[in-house]
């Protein structure tokens, strides 16, 4: 009788098996990232050895990932919420595992490439069975070639161990910064630090060293190394120290952020897995096994639990993995999880150095990867119940910020005491059994093992994890709470810059100083925007964009050989003088009413000003001063930058030293903040570049905040000057639970509250209240008692957003950058047109004529 039983319940079993089984292959064509080859629609990224230059990629970084993400959330008629796109990105670009053979050259019909390495089985089952879905929909076309396969090399989890002839000078500076890290306090968001000393990592200091010696106009290549793209060898599942693996392998699918380094391809799969969580049984899982004989007669004892999706795309997966590859062939029979490494570059990393050859099965950017993507998994439906529109790219900028998600107070910085206080020991390791079994019977070991010897090596793996855990040294969460005394480090960046480059700088001395300004400056949509042009005549080198990615392909050494070199003040100043009046007369035909800053910056070489250019650019600059009163020129120079203070508007505020040799942190980071303490613009969009209007009313733009963020404003006094009643400057609240704080000043260029002073008045500033209802400024004679609009002074504005808010509706706005921003519209009301170009107009042309005559004599 009872054996009668069993053999119903196995033909039970079996039914239902096959069943799971047909389904699976149902999802197959859909799952092509899950076969045993290059699916067709990666072939594009390995058969050119074009991106295997990696050079020719994008930065691994946390900003390209969001970018590209960004893209494609903004591209037309994209209509996917944050669910799809998450398990979109998952089945169009990542595949784990991807080895070249050994020896085998490309040929028509031959790919040498194919996902041989130890990651690829637990992809596999990730993709088939435990985040279904596919990439039908997904909107290839947005992304350029560049941009996809990219995006593929960031998300898929592989390593290039081949000794590449480097080794002496990188392993060795590898194992210098490795000893020097320390852990530390993370105060303010600018004070963020990479995990090593001094935010240099690696080859940044040998970046430095080689660009001093690097001869006026030498384009020499700094990085040291170079893979050749027929010479990668795959890593397997040997785990082997042979002297055919370097001393410091290559990781792929790392990306660097301020809060460590991270397997994105982690993030995003528990990022998928949460929006679909799903638990299926252990049994089920290892009915569909690939090996299935004999499965009924030796199924483990912990077959009857479940498997979480959200642990096995995350930690759990990468802990079976430590179990199955690593501790059978230890001699201790003990766990060792974790390897750090470093970056080429802070600023364009490209190159992810390991600092160990041996168990790189669980390493620190997968901790990191997997612990974001399961805290995130496990939040994710509460975060979604807040803001039901909440957007993939929203949603990691909160989770990377010292912001944290939806007042959450869950962000990266928080990761490991998230770990200790919500993750329970015997949960994972629960769940990293499960998964081990299930994926012991999908990958080809070299040594066969029993089912309690998985579980006794998942046990060891996920204790080794809770000890590591405390030693990794990465930036933790020490916040102040009070308002720091700068008030830049409360700003976000919104500007409209042009950037001209003095093309006499080598690439790749200059690239790093460039990149890590542009970086830091919120380019994104609905955001800040970016214009790249050559210093000596004004070329385009990258078109306006608001995608950083844009400049990050668009300008590289290949195309930054093909424009003149030098640096021609007056043609700087007739184009940027082009530019931004068509980008006046943009804001008059969309009656935008600012919202942005407007900044040249000037990147020369060592080139001087001769003095017929001075001469011209200095009349210039008065005329340029009239007619675009918001513009304002810094100089980020090589050589003594002192050389231009007769064309800044404040040589001690404008001029800063671009130095080879210095980092780019060290270097840019005075910039940005200089760019970031530029107010943005509030203008009359009816007055055009050509300063004239025949209507009068009002107008308006939305504008955002996050908790505790300052937006700060001027208006120049030619849209006020000269008496006239009805004139007004409104800011509108659109919540009445929110009050925010504005102030107003006519010589504080930043106004702010003083947080530790009851008064909320000081000097020449003012501040108030405003919680559901509008605060008016009356301009109708802002500008009395001043005889020329130059001796009117401009109105300073600011609007600060409380610190922490309750029971607001999350902005759905397509201009919100995250959910928690709190949107309120500033108007101005009948305001003018007026400028003194007029009274320049005569000295500009007699000094023109002087030039002429001057040169005739010549």
Same mark, same amino acid.
């Given at each position: 009788?009872?054996?009668?039983?069993?053999?119903?319940?196995?033909?039970?079993?079996?039914?239902?098996?096959?069943?799971?089984?047909?389904?699976?292959?149902?999802?197959?064509?859909?799952?092509?990232?899950?076969?045993?080859?290059?699916?067709?629609?990666?072939?594009?990224? %390995? @058969?050119?050895?074009?991106?295997?230059?990696?050079?020719?990629?994008? =930065?691994?970084?946390?900003?390209?990932?969001? &970018?590209?993400?960004?893209?494609?959330?903004?591209?037309?008629?994209?209509?996917?919420?944050?669910?799809?796109?998450?398990?979109?990105?998952? /089945?169009?670009?990542?595949?784990?595992?991807?080895?070249?053979?050994?020896?085998?050259?490309?040929?028509?019909?031959?790919?040498?490439?194919?996902?041989?390495?130890?990651?690829?089985?637990?992809?596999?089952?990730?993709?088939?069975?435990?985040?279904?879905?596919?990439?039908?929909?997904?909107?290839?076309?947005?992304?350029?070639?560049?941009?996809?396969?990219?995006? +593929?090399?960031?998300?898929?989890?592989?390593?290039?161990?081949?000794?590449?002839?480097? $080794?002496?000078?990188?392993?060795?500076?590898?194992?210098?910064?490795?000893?020097?890290?320390?852990?530390?306090?993370?105060?303010?968001?600018?004070?963020?630090?990479?995990?090593?000393?001094?935010?240099?990592?690696?080859?940044?200091?040998?970046?430095?060293?080689?660009?001093?010696?690097?001869?006026?106009?030498?384009?020499?290549?700094?990085?040291?190394?170079?893979?050749?793209?027929?010479?990668?060898?795959?890593?397997?599942?040997?785990?082997?120290?042979?002297?055919?693996?370097?001393?410091?392998?290559? $990781?792929?699918?790392?990306?660097?952020?301020?809060?460590?380094?991270?397997?994105?391809?982690?993030?995003?799969?528990?990022?998928?897995?949460?929006?679909?969580?799903?638990?299926?049984?252990?049994?089920?899982?290892?009915?569909?096994?690939?090996?299935?004989?004999?499965?009924?007669?030796?199924?483990?004892?912990?077959? &009857?639990?479940?498997?979480?999706?959200?642990?096995?795309?995350?930690?759990?997966?990468?802990?079976?993995?430590?179990?199955?590859?690593?501790?059978?062939?230890?001699?201790?029979?003990?766990?060792?999880?974790?390897?750090?490494?470093?970056?080429?570059?802070? #600023?364009?990393?490209?190159?992810?150095?390991?600092?160990?050859?041996?168990?790189?099965?669980?390493?620190?950017?997968?901790?990191?990867?997997?612990?974001?993507?399961?805290?995130?998994?496990?939040?994710?439906?509460?975060?979604?119940?807040?803001?039901?529109?909440?957007?993939?790219?929203?949603?990691?900028?909160?989770?990377?910020?010292?912001?944290?998600?939806?007042?959450?107070?869950?962000?990266?910085?928080?990761?490991?005491?998230?770990?200790?206080?919500?993750?329970?020991? &015997?949960?994972? @390791?629960?769940?990293?059994?499960?998964?081990?079994?299930?994926?012991?019977?999908?990958?080809?070991?070299?040594?066969?093992?029993? =089912?309690?010897?998985?579980?006794? *090596?998942?046990?060891?793996?996920?204790?080794?994890?809770?000890?590591?855990?405390?030693?990794?040294?990465?930036?933790?969460?020490?916040?102040?709470?009070?308002?720091?005394?700068?008030?830049?480090?409360?700003?976000?960046?919104?500007?409209?810059? %042009?950037?001209?480059?003095?093309?006499?700088?080598?690439?790749?001395?200059?690239?790093?100083?460039?990149?890590? #300004?542009?970086?830091?400056?919120?380019?994104?949509?609905?955001?800040?925007?970016?214009?790249?042009?050559?210093?000596?005549?004004?070329?385009?080198?990258?078109?306006?964009?608001?995608?950083? !990615?844009?400049?990050?392909?668009?300008?590289?050494?290949?195309? /930054?050989?093909?424009?003149?070199?030098?640096?021609?003040?007056? @043609?700087?100043?007739?184009?940027?003088?082009?530019?931004?009046?068509?980008?006046?007369?943009?804001?008059?035909?969309?009656?935008?009413?600012?919202?942005?800053?407007?900044?040249?910056?000037?990147?020369?070489?060592?080139?001087?000003?001769?003095?017929?250019?001075?001469?011209?650019?200095?009349?210039?600059?008065?005329?340029?001063? $009239?007619?675009?009163?918001?513009?304002?020129?810094?100089?980020?120079?090589?050589?003594?930058?002192?050389?231009?203070?007769?064309?800044?508007?404040?040589?001690?505020?404008?001029?800063?030293?671009?130095?080879?040799?210095?980092?780019?942190?060290?270097?840019?980071?005075?910039?940005?903040?200089?760019?970031?303490?530029?107010?943005?613009?509030?203008?009359?969009?009816?007055?055009?570049?050509?300063?004239?209007?025949?209507?009068?009313?009002?107008?308006?733009?939305?504008? %955002?905040?996050?908790?505790?963020?300052?937006? *700060?404003?001027?208006?120049?006094?030619?849209?006020?000057?000269?008496?006239?009643?009805?004139?007004?400057?409104?800011?509108?609240?659109?919540?009445?639970?929110?009050?925010?704080?504005?102030?107003? !000043?006519?010589?504080?260029?930043?106004?702010?509250?003083? !947080?530790?002073?009851?008064?909320?008045?000081?000097?020449?500033?003012?501040?108030?209240?405003?919680?559901?209802?509008?605060?008016?400024?009356?301009?109708?004679?802002?500008?009395?008692?001043?005889?020329?609009? +130059?001796?009117?002074?401009?109105?300073?504005?600011?609007?600060?957003?409380?610190?922490?808010?309750?029971?607001?509706?999350?902005?759905?706005?397509?201009?919100?950058?995250?959910?928690?921003?709190?949107?309120?519209?500033?108007?101005?009301? @009948?305001?003018?047109?007026?400028?003194?170009?007029?009274?320049?107009?005569?000295?500009?042309?007699?000094?023109?004529?002087?030039?002429?005559?001057? /040169?005739?004599?010549?």
């Amino acid at each position: 009788m009872l054996r009668s039983l069993r053999q119903v319940a196995n033909k039970s079993l079996a039914a239902v098996a096959f069943v799971l089984l047909c389904c699976s292959v149902g999802l197959t064509e859909a799952q092509e990232n899950a076969q045993l080859q290059i699916p067709p629609s990666l072939v594009e990224c %390995y @058969n050119t050895s074009y991106f295997m230059n990696r050079d020719n990629r994008l =930065p691994y970084n946390l900003e390209t990932l969001i &970018t590209l993400i960004e893209k494609v959330e903004n591209s037309f008629g994209f209509d996917q919420d944050i669910t799809q796109l998450s398990i979109a990105l998952l /089945h169009r670009f990542r595949q784990d595992g991807i080895q070249r053979a050994p020896g085998v050259t490309a040929a028509p019909g031959v790919l040498p490439y194919s996902p041989t390495g130890f990651q690829f089985p637990k992809f596999r089952i990730l993709l088939s069975r435990l985040i279904p879905g596919n990439a039908l929909r997904f909107p290839n076309s947005t992304l350029t070639r560049e941009e996809r396969c990219s995006l +593929h090399f960031m998300l898929s989890s592989s390593f290039d161990t081949q000794v590449r002839g480097d $080794e002496n000078q990188v392993c060795n500076n590898l194992s210098q910064y490795r000893a020097q890290r320390l852990p530390r306090a993370v105060g303010l968001p600018q004070q963020r630090r990479s995990n090593f000393v001094g935010d240099v990592e690696i080859l940044d200091d040998m970046q430095t060293r080689a660009g001093k010696k690097t001869a006026p106009g030498a384009q020499q290549r700094v990085n040291p190394v170079s893979f050749d793209y027929y010479d990668d060898v795959g890593y397997g599942y040997t785990g082997s120290d042979s002297n055919t693996i370097s001393q410091c392998p290559v $990781e792929n699918g790392v990306i660097r952020t301020k809060w460590g380094n991270v397997a994105a391809g982690n993030l995003i799969a528990g990022i998928a897995a949460g929006l679909q969580p799903q638990t299926v049984q252990l049994r089920s899982l290892l009915a569909l096994s690939s090996r299935r004989p004999g499965y009924s007669q030796n199924m483990p004892q912990v077959a &009857t639990v479940s498997v979480d999706n959200r642990y096995a795309a995350t930690l759990a997966g990468d802990l079976a993995e430590v179990a199955l590859v690593q501790v059978p062939m230890s001699s201790t029979g003990q766990a060792t999880v974790g390897a750090s490494g470093a970056w080429n570059s802070t #600023v364009m990393p490209k190159w992810y150095f390991l600092s160990q050859r041996q168990n790189m099965e669980m390493t620190d950017a997968e901790i990191r990867g997997g612990l974001d993507g399961l805290i995130i998994a496990l939040n994710i439906g509460t975060w979604r119940q807040q803001a039901s529109n909440l957007k993939l790219s929203q949603l990691l900028r909160m989770y990377y910020s010292l912001d944290g998600v939806l007042n959450s107070g869950i962000m990266a910085c928080s990761r490991a005491y998230y770990f200790q206080q919500n993750i329970q020991p &015997t949960t994972l @390791n629960v769940q990293a059994s499960a998964f081990a079994q299930v994926l012991d019977r999908e990958m080809q070991l070299r040594v066969t093992l029993s =089912p309690d010897a998985i579980a006794n *090596f998942a046990a060891s793996a996920a204790s080794a994890l809770g000890a590591y855990l405390p030693n990794m040294n990465d930036i933790s969460c020490t916040v102040s709470g009070a308002l720091p005394q700068d008030a830049s480090l409360l700003i976000t960046p919104m500007t409209n810059i %042009y950037v001209f480059l003095d093309t006499t700088w080598p690439y790749y001395q200059v690239v790093d100083y460039v990149n890590y #300004v542009l970086e830091n400056l919120n380019i994104n949509p609905y955001a800040s925007s970016v214009t790249l042009l050559a210093a000596q005549d004004g070329s385009v080198m990258v078109n306006t964009t608001n995608y950083i !990615s844009d400049i990050f392909e668009g300008w590289n050494v290949t195309t /930054h050989a093909t424009f003149v070199q030098g640096f021609n003040l007056p @043609n700087v100043l007739r184009t940027v003088q082009n530019f931004t009046y068509s980008y006046m007369n943009g804001q008059q035909a969309n009656s935008t009413v600012g919202g942005l800053s407007l900044v040249a910056l000037l990147i020369p070489y060592m080139s001087t000003v001769s003095a017929t250019d001075s001469s011209y650019a200095t009349t210039q600059l008065q005329y340029i001063g $009239e007619q675009i009163p918001d513009l304002r020129f810094i100089y980020y120079a090589g050589g003594t930058v002192s050389r231009f203070s007769a064309f800044v508007q404040d040589p001690t505020q404008d001029l800063f030293p671009l130095s080879v040799g210095t980092n780019a942190a060290t270097a840019g980071g005075p910039v940005v903040m200089r760019i970031k303490k530029i107010p943005r613009q509030i203008v009359n969009p009816r007055c055009g570049a050509a300063w004239y209007t025949s209507t009068w009313g009002t107008d308006q733009m939305a504008q %955002y905040a996050r908790p505790g963020v300052i937006n *700060f404003y001027r208006m120049v006094p030619n849209y006020f000057y000269g008496a006239n009643s009805g004139r007004y400057l409104n800011i509108q609240s659109q919540y009445s639970s929110v009050t925010y704080t504005v102030c107003t !000043s006519r010589s504080v260029v930043l106004p702010q509250q003083n !947080s530790s002073s009851s008064s909320n008045s000081s000097g020449d500033q003012t501040c108030v209240q405003l919680q559901g209802n509008t605060f008016s400024y009356d301009l109708s004679a802002a500008c009395s008692g001043y005889n020329t609009i +130059h001796e009117c002074p401009p109105l300073y504005v600011s609007v600060q957003a409380p610190t922490t808010v309750t029971q607001v509706t999350p902005c759905t706005d397509a201009a919100c950058q995250t959910p928690d921003q709190m949107r309120y519209i500033v108007s101005v009301v @009948n305001l003018g047109c007026f400028n003194g170009v007029a009274g320049l107009t005569a000295s500009f042309l007699t000094i023109l004529l002087a030039l002429i005559a001057a /040169h005739q004599l010549v």
